[in-house]
């Protein structure tokens, strides 16, 4: 079993539309989850991070935490083009703040 | 306000070759971590340093591998004679602090992309 998985995508929405991305990990210990966006050929940008269970909010972006599931999601509302890269999932491990574990990542496209 | 700043940006090196990846860190920042990307899989962690210390390695090939970061200047990433399998896209993050019940945020620099001939 993998550590943190992701489905590979890619998930296509069109424009305006929410975009619901999933992530689920093995370690219960795990502390604090974050989510990157990656654009082909750059490096990872931070766009959310959450550590309690429930929802954070963050402009059109919302983390979603339940740890009793060992889940986490991101929503995307009005999808728009430039949203189209792949998302990256990240969780920090049991004891350990330091080091992010990542999945392999979501392709999301965001269609006209 | 200057993000973490990394060179070269591309590198290649012929096998056997000795790679040298910098890491300049965020303003504030004293914690670097270096991870690599292989093509088409996830980021990998390979280590985690502070000023002078190598805090985890644990993600670092037991040969060949080293980084350091010292009192002055970047930290360096180097890979000695290196082979096909090292091409990949290396990427160095930084942060603040670092507190074990509390979030904290890794900023990456923009990678190194070895390419090994």
């Known amino acids: 079993q993998k550590e943190v998985e992701q489905n590979s995508g890619p998930l296509s929405v069109p424009e305006g539309a929410i975009a619901s991305l999933n992530c689920t990990y093995s370690?219960?210990?795990?502390?604090?989850f974050f989510w990157y966006r990656q654009y082909s050929g750059k490096s990872p940008e931070l766009i959310m991070f959450i550590y309690s269970n429930g929802d954070k909010e963050d402009g059109r972006f919302t983390a979603q935490l339940n740890k009793a599931s060992q889940y986490v999601s991101l929503l995307i509302r009005d999808s728009q083009p430039s949203d189209s890269a792949t998302y990256l999932c990240?969780?920090?491990?049991?004891?350990?703040?330091?080091?992010?574990?990542f999945g392999t990542g979501t392709r999301l496209q965001v269609t006209l | 306000n200057a993000g973490v700043m990394q060179n070269p940006r591309h590198l290649v090196r012929r096998r056997g070759q000795e790679a040298r990846l910098r890491c300049s860190p965020m303003k504030g920042h004293s914690h670097v971590y270096w991870y690599r990307q292989l093509p088409e899989e996830g980021l990998k962690f390979m280590v985690y340093?502070?000023?002078?210390?190598?805090?985890?390695e644990s993600g670092m090939p037991k040969e060949r591998f080293s980084a350091e970061f010292p009192k002055e200047g970047p930290s360096i990433l180097r890979i000695q004679q290196v082979v096909r399998g090292d091409s990949a896209a290396y990427f160095c993050?930084?942060?603040?602090?670092?507190?074990?019940?509390?979030?904290?945020?890794?900023?990456f620099g923009p990678g190194t992309r070895l390419t090994v001939t």
């Open positions: 340093l502070q000023k002078e210390n190598i805090i985890d």
């Open positions: 370690d219960r210990g795990s502390q604090s």
């Open positions: 993050a930084s942060s603040p602090r670092v507190a074990l019940a509390s979030p904290y945020e890794q900023y």
């Open positions: 990240a969780v920090t491990g049991t004891g350990t703040a330091s080091k992010l574990t």
